[in-house]
Structure formats: structure tokens, C-alpha cells
């Protein structure tokens, strides 16, 4: 066993903060000696920037409930702390040691690190948790990694979250919903189970904000005096990162069209740099995809096909093959590219990056509380996420940025840092699960950063639209218990309850699964025409959502073939993940009494279960509009059917969406053709029949 510090043995020296709680350690320890070997694993893990902390970290987390760790990227503490706690006892006794991430894909391959440097089985001593996908061994599993909307769910059915006895909250400063909603309610488990430590990482986190938060509401505890008791201010830890330097570049003019400048400065890397992996952030799937064709055109054009550029995607809708092939070692005389979202800012480490191409940009969704409409946005990244991306070029040798934006835009015009995503979201999901987990008074809750009262009035207004909420703002039984339930956005479960009573479940979690997944179809760049006539073979003049049933049946027919995908146009492993989730929301649907039967194509019933879940999203075409214009009927918000529907250029009179994408325009995505007085049945409170001459929140 590694050697650490144990209570009793001499101590870490420290120096104390005069206000108290903050510590900062002068010449923290480094452990001489490994009990693990000397194989190269052991050898990497200690080489890691933590390593020398390994001990003053484990000081401070047996003496204080709150410890926030602040340390750059590749310093190594997404995945070493865990290991030392485990190593240091935390989890023995049946004991279980959380570490949350706020996306999916670092949840897989940070639990697939950890439990390859211990040398176990993914799965058994080291686990992940994410929605749909449970690889952990009651038990057995000591090392959990999670998002942190699952362990927003684990509460509901153990609200002090008992068996966990640390709880570690990396990526804090991305400040996601789920996260600021976690930090309030850890802080409230904690005055509970005084037990019980958090760890807050972070790369760039404010950390006395985040200190006086957990600080607050503390003075008489702290007072009483017992040594028995952790101190409740919290401590901090500054870790270094294992940087080199890394050279920034500036466009001297702004650039027309980012993609086009990234991929022109990946092929000019490539022409006039030395060997190194380029990392590009770029906003989403979409950009991905178009730079992947533009750069594979490029090579062919040139003669460079075989010039040893590896193109590959890197978004949170990947397939886990596809995942791993970005963190595989770049054969040698070939460099990777690899085309990512912002995932790769923080949550994952990729080791041979040498160049970064920032385009500064982002996607984020915006929510307008009086417009009603939630946008997913391209906009400008802040300072903070400018400098994250920088950073990634630093991690094995001095790296070179290329920002393509002019140096006095980072400096004069650039945000500091982003906004919490709690001040621009929607909050309908947010209210449903504080109200499950009884917190009845949503306004009085300990908020990190405060969400606009225009958007929390407009969240209980929806639930209670929907019936999950009663007059006194109290989750209704047993629908508003049953929403709570279900994994997904309420109006998605509101439709999947509502199908119950319209006889088709079948259908509608079909439905529900294929919404769950960012998309099912392969990208028809180069091929728009090819992919558009094959849509027409699956497409009913309903709209998106029936159209989705006939690729899965067609899907199923083939027996699931990836030939039959690959045919139509149609993501194998997005169908593949489909079915999974179908079959998780079948059992949950099941186990909460609904009955499982299918409307033997009756589509009209199909049609009303969703306008069930979404009639807040009910539009109407414009009488004398060009070009397809739609108000939205709640708010006369002027929006399009999105090139990608079903519908897009057939324009029915009435039509319900699902999402909505601001570019130039708002385009509503997967629409669904709908009759005008299924409104009023299913939304009585929300619709009235408008009287002539009446102006009303309505319809004519």
C-alpha cells in the first residue's frame, strides 16, 4: 500500500489562511515509496502534477466537509483523487466513493482510465452510471463515476445519498444546470450527514466564491467547538498543471466563415509544422461533420490522401467506438485531427496535442422566459474558455494556438467568463426535480447563482399546464409523481402518460427513444440529395415523429442490419442505442402501471399523445406569410420548419415542434401535423376557443 497521511502520524505542514478554512500548502509531500510496482501505469500515475499533493489532499479531506481543489487540466485529479481515497479507506465497509462529471462521454472514459490503471474490470471495483446505462456492481463497486443528473436521481429514492462517503464534483466551473442544483442540495446534505465529504474540482472555478457559498449559514455549527466534527469552512488546494508553453496566434482580420478558416489553418499546420495532433473546437455535430468532408476533399484534391492526416469527430452523441479511436496513439508518421465540441475543453485529456484551432465559437442554449423559445445558440466563447482551449496544447511538449479571432477582440470585446447555464435554461426540469425531492420552496433555495424569476414563473406555469403541478404548486398523484420518475424532459413523459390512456404506449416510447438521440440520421453533407430522396421512403404526411416509427419498423425488419443503416442513410449505432432505451423506458413504464400496447397504426391517437406532452409548442401558418412563416400560438414568436423535417415545404395549416435552432432564422425541428382542437382537449386551462372580436391567449 502507498504510503499517505493518516490522523495520528505527524502531519502535512500547512500554512492557514488568516480568515480561516483556506489552506495552502508549502512543500506539499510526495510519497517515496509505491507499494503497486514500478509498472509504467505506476510510473505515469506518479509523473502526474497531484501526485506530490496525494497527501495533503488526503489531510484536508479527514479534517475538512468541504475541500475545493482547483487545478488545471492534465494536473491528473479527475482520476487520481478518487484512487486515493479508495487507497486511504473511504471505501471500505460496503462504502462507495462518487465522482461526477457533467457529460456523458467523460463518465465512460474516465471510469475506463481509472479501472485500467487499478487493473480491474470495468464494471465490478471500478463503475460508471449514466442515463440508460448502469455498469456498476452493487457491492462491489467502490469507485463510481456519474453524471450529475443521475445522482440528482439517485436522491429521489435515498435523499442523503447514504452509502456514498465522498462525494466529488469535477468540472464545477462549467457551472451546468445539474451542477449548480447539486452544490445546493450537497449543501444541504451535508448540515444532515456531517459525515460526509464533498470535493469540488475544477480548472478555472472561482474558488472563494465557491468557498463563501459553502461557508454560508455555518457560524453556529462551527462554533460548538468539537474536534470530533470536520471544520465547516472549506479548504482549497491549488494544483499545477503539467503545462509547456503555448504560443498564441491572432487572425489579423476577422474571418468570413470560421470553418472555412479552421480547416484552411489544419491543412497549413500541417503543410509547415513538425509532427503533432491538432485539436479543433468547433459548435456542434453539423460543423464537425462539414469540416471532416471539407478537409477529406482537400486531401483528394491535392494529391495528399495518403499524407497522413487522420480526420476524427469528437461529440457527445458518438458511438463508444468512435470515442475510442480519439484517445488511440496516432500511428507513427500520421497526425490525428481531431474535430471537437466543447467536450475536449476540460472533461477529457487528449496526450498528443500539440496544436489547438479555437474558432471561438460555441453552441449553448439560451431561454427567453417571455418569448417562451429556448434556442440552441452559436455564440462567442468567454476568456476563460479561450484560455482552457490554449491550455490543451501545452500537455506534452510547448504547443502553438490558433485563435481565429483578432488578438483586440480577446481582449476588449471577449466575455471574462460564460453565463451559468441556471441564468439562460428553461427551468421546467429543474422545478420537477427539486419539487420530487421536496423542495417545496424553490424561490427560498440555496441558489450558487440565482435563476430568473421570469423563467421559474414560466417552469410552474407549464407543469402546472401540464397537471404535474396542483393549485397549491405541489407535486399532483399520481401524474406529477410519475413524470418525476422518468428520465427525460417532462413533456416527453407527460406524452409517453398520456399514450397510456390513448392505447399507444408501443408507439410513443418508439417515439420518446428516438428524441432522446441527437439524431438518427447520417449527415447528408455531399449527399443532401441522396439522403433527402431516401427520408421520402419513410416519410408520412403526419410529420417527423410518424415518420420515425416506420424506420424503426423498417430497422427491426432487417433483422437491425448496419447494411440496411448504412443504405438508408441511417446511423447504425444511434438505431442500435434506440433500441436500448426503448427497452429501459418499456420496463419503466411498466413498473409504473402503464400498459404497453400499440394502436395497429392508427396515427391520429399517435398524433394526440403528443400534443398531450407539447402544446405549449402549437403553431400556426400564416395565412398570407411567403415562405412558410408559423407563429408560435402562445407568444406570435415568428418561426420555420427546419430543412431536415418532414414537412419542411409541405406546410400544414397546424403543427407542433419539438425543439426549436436559432441561425438566421427559428427553426422548429421534428414537427408533428396536428388538428386545432386537440389543444383544447388536452390543455383546457392553457387554450380557450376564441370568441370573434376577442383578442386571447388562444385559439380562432
Request: hydrophobic content about 40%.
Amino acid at each position: 500500500m502507498a504510503e499517505f497521511w493518516k490522523p495520528g502520524s505527524e502531519k502535512p505542514r500547512i500554512l492557514e489562511d488568516e480568515e480561516g478554512g483556506v489552506l495552502f500548502f508549502s512543500s506539499p509531500y510526495s510519497s517515496s515509496s509505491s507499494g503497486f510496482g514500478y509498472s509504467s501505469i505506476e510510473k505515469q500515475r506518479q509523473r502526474l502534477p497531484v501526485f506530490k499533493y496525494r497527501t495533503a489532499i488526503l489531510y484536508l479531506v479527514e479534517n475538512h466537509a468541504t475541500t475545493i481543489v482547483v487545478g488545471e487540466t492534465g494536473s491528473g485529479k479527475t482520476t487520481q483523487i478518487p484512487q486515493y481515497l479508495k487507497e486511504a479507506g473511504w471505501a471500505e465497509g460496503g462504502r462507495v466513493i462518487a465522482c461526477t462529471q457533467p457529460r456523458r462521454l467523460a463518465v465512460q472514459s474516465v471510469a475506463s482510465r481509472v479501472a485500467e490503471e487499478m487493473g480491474v474490470k470495468l464494471g465490478e471495483e471500478v463503475g460508471y452510471t449514466i442515463r440508460f446505462e448502469n455498469l456498476t456492481n452493487p457491492g462491489v463497486t467502490m469507485i463510481k463515476f456519474l453524471t450529475d443528473g443521475v445522482l440528482l436521481r439517485e436522491m429521489m429514492d435515498d435523499p442523503l445519498l447514504t452509502k456514498y462517503s465522498v462525494i466529488m464534483v469535477d468540472e464545477a466551473h462549467e457551472r451546468s444546470l445539474s451542477t449548480d442544483i447539486l452544490l445546493g442540495l450537497l449543501k444541504k446534505i451535508q448540515r444532515r450527514r456531517p459525515e460526509l465529504r464533498l470535493i469540488i474540482s475544477s480548472a478555472t472555478i472561482e474558488a472563494k466564491s465557491m468557498s463563501s457559498f459553502f461557508s454560508s449559514s455555518r457560524k453556529r455549527q462551527q462554533d460548538t467547538g468539537e474536534d470530533c466534527v470536520p471544520r465547516t469552512l472549506p479548504a482549497i488546494l491549488s494544483v499545477e498543471g503539467r503545462g509547456f508553453n503555448v504560443q498564441i496566434h491572432y487572425l489579423e482580420e476577422p474571418a468570413p466563415d470560421y470553418l472555412q478558416a479552421a480547416v484552411s489553418t489544419v491543412l497549413a499546420i500541417h503543410d509547415e509544422e513538425p509532427i503533432g495532433d491538432i485539436l479543433v473546437f468547433l459548435t456542434g455535430q453539423d460543423d464537425i461533420d462539414a469540416a471532416a468532408q471539407l478537409l477529406t476533399e482537400n486531401a483528394q484534391n491535392r494529391g495528399r490522401h495518403s499524407s497522413g492526416l487522420i480526420v476524427l469527430p469528437l461529440y457527445s452523441g458518438l458511438s463508444r467506438a468512435d470515442q475510442d479511436l480519439v484517445f488511440s496513439p496516432t500511428p507513427k508518421g500520421k497526425r490525428k485531427v481531431v474535430l471537437s465540441t466543447n467536450i475536449a475543453e476540460t472533461s477529457l485529456t487528449l496526450e498528443g496535442v500539440v496544436y489547438v484551432v479555437d474558432s471561438g465559437f460555441s453552441k449553448q442554449r439560451f431561454y427567453n422566459p417571455i418569448s417562451d423559445i429556448e434556442s440552441l445558440v452559436v455564440a462567442p466563447i468567454s476568456k476563460a474558455s479561450a484560455r482552457q482551449r490554449a491550455g490543451r496544447a501545452g500537455r506534452v511538449r510547448p504547443g502553438k494556438c490558433y485563435r481565429l479571432y483578432t488578438e483586440e477582440y480577446f481582449v476588449k470585446e471577449m466575455a471574462a467568463e460564460g453565463i451559468p447555464e441556471m441564468q439562460r435554461s428553461n427551468l421546467v426540469s429543474c422545478v420537477i426535480q427539486l419539487k420530487a425531492l421536496g423542495v417545496d420552496n424553490i424561490l427560498g433555495f440555496d441558489w450558487l447563482a440565482s435563476p430568473a424569476p421570469e423563467a421559474m414563473i414560466r417552469a410552474l406555469e407549464v407543469l402546472y399546464s401540464l397537471g404535474i403541478l396542483d393549485d397549491d404548486a405541489k407535486l399532483t398523484s399520481p401524474t406529477g409523481f410519475q413524470v418525476a420518475e422518468i428520465p427525460l424532459d417532462p413533456m416527453i413523459s407527460k406524452m409517453i402518460l398520456s399514450a397510456n390512456a390513448l392505447g399507444c404506449s408501443e408507439e410513443i416510447i418508439t417515439i420518446a427513444a428516438i428524441l432522446s438521440i441527437q439524431s438518427i440520421w447520417v449527415s447528408g453533407r455531399g449527399a443532401q440529395k441522396e439522403l433527402d430522396e431516401v427520408k421520402l421512403r419513410f416519410a408520412v404526411a403526419e410529420g417527423d415523429h410518424v415518420t420515425y416509427l416506420n424506420v424503426y419498423k423498417g430497422f427491426l425488419h432487417s433483422g437491425k442490419s448496419s447494411q440496411w443503416c448504412h443504405k438508408n442513410f441511417i446511423n447504425y449505432h444511434a438505431m442500435k442505442k434506440v433500441v436500448e432505451i426503448r427497452e429501459q423506458l418499456r420496463k419503466l413504464a411498466q413498473r409504473l402501471g402503464l400498459a404497453i400496447k400499440s394502436c395497429e397504426g392508427d396515427t391520429q391517437v399517435v398524433r394526440k399523445a403528443v400534443t398531450a406532452g407539447f402544446f405549449t409548442h402549437a403553431c400556426r401558418l400564416e395565412a398570407f406569410s411567403q415562405g412558410g412563416m408559423y407563429k408560435t400560438i402562445r407568444s406570435s414568436q415568428e418561426v420555420y420548419i427546419h430543412p431536415s423535417s418532414i414537412l419542411f415545404r409541405v406546410n400544414p395549416k397546424w403543427v407542433i415542434y419539438y425543439s426549436l435552432i436559432s441561425t438566421d432564422r427559428h427553426y422548429m425541428r421534428n414537427v408533428i401535423a396536428i388538428d386545432p382542437s386537440w389543444l383544447l382537449e388536452a390543455a383546457p386551462n392553457f387554450y380557450q376557443q376564441q370568441k370573434p372580436n376577442q383578442a386571447a391567449h388562444g385559439l380562432i
